[in-house]
């Protein structure tokens, strides 16, 4: 099975115009205040519409509430939680928004949050590096070894400092269910098209879509 590739942070027609041409398997959104990748639900609408129906949605969160999630959650199929999210708002949202897969992410720095993430009632994990300034995004790379020791149940993707460069070893190292890529694919804070190239064909292998 190949590794599936997510590139989050799309916030321009540009992105949108190469996730066309270089389709990885899932383009996250910022849905979250007040990180500078947000999307407000309107853009966020008018970017969907121009994506390939193809490639999957998926909405990151950060301690939201269920009417956030509900502006966005019709033109998604994931909901990614980067917070501090309760079992109780995960159940919420199991049983308002049947139609979404539940990711939840951990900024790994011990087993115990592989661990703490894992228990819960989600479909995938994605597991980042820790930073106490930021809740994803930091281009830090994760702890390789940690996760390679304490490997979830539950698939994950790994992400952190995902790279052109690096993303090959970490797959051969950590054999994660999928890849997780956001800043090392922007030049000037805005995606650049040649690096989401390399990514894609790095990861899928052959000729992405247009070549």
Request: aromatic share 8%; glycine share 8%.
């Amino acid at each position: 099975m190949s590794t599936a590739l997510k590139i989050c942070g799309i916030r321009r027609p540009a992105d949108v115009r190469y996730l066309n041409e270089f389709p990885p398997d899932y383009a996250g959104f910022i849905c979250s205040q007040p990180f500078w990748r947000y999307v407000a639900p309107g853009e966020f609408k008018s970017l969907v519409q121009e994506l390939r129906g193809e490639i999957e949605r998926v909405g990151v969160f950060v301690n939201p509430t269920l009417d956030e999630v509900g502006s966005y959650a019709p033109f998604l199929n994931v909901v990614q939680l980067h917070g501090e999210e309760s079992t109780d708002f995960i159940a919420n949202i199991r049983a308002k928004f049947p139609h979404l897969q539940i990711w939840k992410a951990a900024r790994v720095q011990t087993a115990e949050d592989i661990a703490s993430a894992d228990a819960l009632d989600v479909d995938k994990l994605v597991l980042d590096s820790f930073s106490s300034a930021s809740h994803g995004g930091t281009g830090e790379v994760a702890p390789w070894d940690i996760i390679v020791k304490h490997r979830p149940e539950k698939p994950f993707l790994l992400a952190g400092g995902i790279s052109v460069e690096n993303v090959l070893q970490a797959i051969a190292e950590v054999h994660p269910w999928g890849v997780d890529a956001s800043s090392s694919l922007e030049t000037d804070k805005c995606k650049d098209r040649a690096k989401i190239r390399a990514m894609a064909e790095a990861v899928k292998g052959g000729k992405p879509h247009g070549i």
